[in-house]
């Protein structure tokens, strides 16, 4: 289940991070009763989550948004899970060992886990969700399954499993255990079309009802193998808007919220009964340019001079860029893992920064015979002006405004931009277009799939270019260090290979990576108590102990 | 005579049809970007689960296969697959077409009823302080866009004085059938409806007005007055039938025109109807809702123009013998 962060995706079908401009856009309904006094979520102990990104489907198969996996991954367990810290700990099951070679993990299952149809949780169902998964390429998660090989039922509990290489990441953490018993008679092109209108899974909630485009209520499991949760229920309620989202918690008829805009997030402080929470995310906004060497490319190919990316880069000023396009809500940004990842995350000095350096810009285009032109503008040796498109998704608006003051900085030393605006899924079909890409710069962001660094560093992989790499950079260095990192069982050793894949990732510059946006989110204090901030939120996180903690008041 | 006329009213019925059904068709299969691409970058999806997604939506054939097959399932009732839902179109239209109905069918008997009250009473009292009145109110009404008297409306009724929800079809929680259900849904259709005839009762009262206003000077009505009938009984039984026939043709163009107009009215509101159906579809290029629910627009359209013609010349005598 890895379609965790997207925070405020429009498109809700990517985890590229369109940060639309706040939830406004994402096309959905809400349910803001506001006339209706507050009833005391306590006496029900429903807990009442307010979003504005609508879940698509029930299927842990074929679900692509954000919304859908924060639900089911409350419906379905996977064998380990991510405790309030996104350190592992046991889920449906228990790690017994992992082989010295790091190919081959044992797991011991909960002995009192069942299914919500009553059913026993079995050994068989894991072997099954792993391999249907693995062999038919099913769902999000399939790719943590690339190195799979075989596994094996010991007894009922006990299940071993192996892989071609070594897993320095666990996918355990990530594939949802299905029951054999509904899925396994399907074809898989039948999985892939199924909706599973009432998903059985053996977690700690059971589905109730989605009344679509309104709300999603999931029960309390009374036979889940874990300590029983105190909510007897959660519903998920959908708004249109995130003004009357923000005022349905002001009104007391929401319990939190899974997203504040930025521009909402300050006027909720001070407001009685409500906190405000500022957090890490797994997140940032860069600046891309187009690398491709592609000869159907029509992209400037002036861009494959690493000399003018880097000049573009030290243009740029991140600490005003928090300041002016995100309202001071986050922290200026260099390599691509954000300080979420804590120990993982490359420190780039700040003398050796690309940032804020006009000067360092013009000196080095200079030397690399870039003079300046006609109306301030450099050209190259043939005359070819340094000029080049910038796209910027229209309804994001801290990007468009990051747009506007970067056409500034770069005309300070000599480069002219042209911002142009497109919705969102415009831009990611111009932008994805890896045939003949047709266009030179653009500005979006990511999310991590995982608190495991891997998600974010896969992305410029060679091989993800059709995929998920968005300016087609190939680095074959890159990508061997990549690799390496990702079979390395040494903790040590794996964080010395990440760190260097951040240096070469930076130094190559073909992101230029703005700022790390914070998670911002808001709860009341007189309904729930227990809520505690972590990296990535309290709700709409990789893990789901907030969900399971929390006590009404 | 009479039998050509239907055979040629029906034809290019049928041929507005099968040309709506083919535009929309090109209309969508030529927009840039196609869905695979979209959910299969969402993840590590390789080849060849690309190539699975690819066959379940059927996008592995040329555009004129396509077309062949679109052509086909529509015949049968088949819209396709939605490529976010992962269930039929017919499915996923179908609660948000009933939805719809309920808010437009209440909207346009309340705008119809309302409206031609307004522009009988005008009328009745025409160049009077009260038909000035009407009409100024009706026009500024109408020249208001939906979505901001929407808005108006939620920050008056929800945020000043909450006394009605503002968004939504329904409370969460509650147990689907019975009383309070119905009522509970009665109360979220309020605000949306009144939005809706708010905006459009002025096309009913002043075509009632205008067209009253012109009836109530023909000789007929002087002779019934002549004859000592109520003011009351001219107008509501003798002139209104005669003015009749133009908000006939409102009535059904209006019908037409409102399902889309809802759009808006439902998305301000978070009606769960085909407005906020087809928003949603459009921001995530699901293809097959948008086919679908264009068509039945087209449909929709096509089909009260074609009844409002029917019912023309079943009221009006003069227009069956031209």
Redesign the interface.
Known sequence: M??QHEPVS???????RFLAASAA????????????TSTSAAA?A?L?VGWTT?P??M?PF?F?TTASNEILWLIYDTLLEYDIDLNPEPGLATRQSISADGKTFTYSLQPKARWHDGRPVTAADVQYTFEVTAK????????AL?DYASSQVINDHTIVIRYKAPQAFDPAMLIAIVPQHIFGPMS??KI????NPHPIGSGPFMFNKW?????V?VNRNPHWWGQAPKAS?I?W?????SD?MV?ALV?GQLDILTEVPPVLFDSLTGKSNVKPVEMESFSFHHIGFNVSRNPKSKGNRLLLDPTIRRALAYSLDREQLVALALAGRGIPASVQLPPSFGAWQEKIPADQQFNNNPGKARRLLDAAGYKVGSGGVRTDRHGAPLSFRLIAIQTTDEDVLAGQIFVKAAEAVGIKLTLDTLD???L???V?NAAAPNWDIFIWGWDSASPDPDYLL?VDLTS?IG??NDVFYSNPTYDRIYAQQAVQMNLARRRTLVHELQKIFYDDAAYCIMWYQSKLQAYRTDTWKGWRPTRGGMVYNFTRDNYLSVKPQ | MRGSYWVRKLASLAATLYATVSFNFLLFHVL??NPV??????????A??RR??V??FELNHSLLDQYVIYLNNTLHGNLG?SY????PVTTVLG?AIGNTLLLVGTATFITVVVGVWLGVVAASRANSLTDATVSVTSLSLWSMPDFFTGMIL?FV???WI????????????LASGGLAHVLDIA??LVLPATTLVLVNAAEFSLITRNSLVDTLVEDYVLTARAKGVSRRAIVWRHALRNALLPIVTATALYVGMVLGGAIQVE??F???GMG??I??AV???DYPVLEASFLIFAIAVIVTNFASDVLYRLLDPRVRRT
């Open positions: 890895d379609a429009t498109s809700a079908i990517t985890r590229r856009t994402a096309g959905s309904v809400g349910l803001a009763t506001l006339a209706e029900s429903t009442r609508p698509d489907v299927n074929t692509a038919h390429n099913l769902g999000q998660a399939a790719w690339a898989p092109s892939l079309s199924y909706n009344v679509t485009g309104q709300y209520q229920s519903i309620n959908q708004y249109d808007n009357v005022q009104a969102n899924t415009t990611g079909n111009v994805y896969s993800q995929g998920n | 840039p970007g691409q979209l959910l299969a970058r969402s993840g590590h999806y390789d060849a689960a699975q997604l066959a379940l697959f976010v839902y992962r269930e609660s939620i009724c929800g945020v909450h006394v009605l929800p503002i968004s939504g079809i329904e409370s969460s929680g109360r979220h998305t301000v978070s009606w769960p906020l159906l928003y949603n921001e995530q290029r």
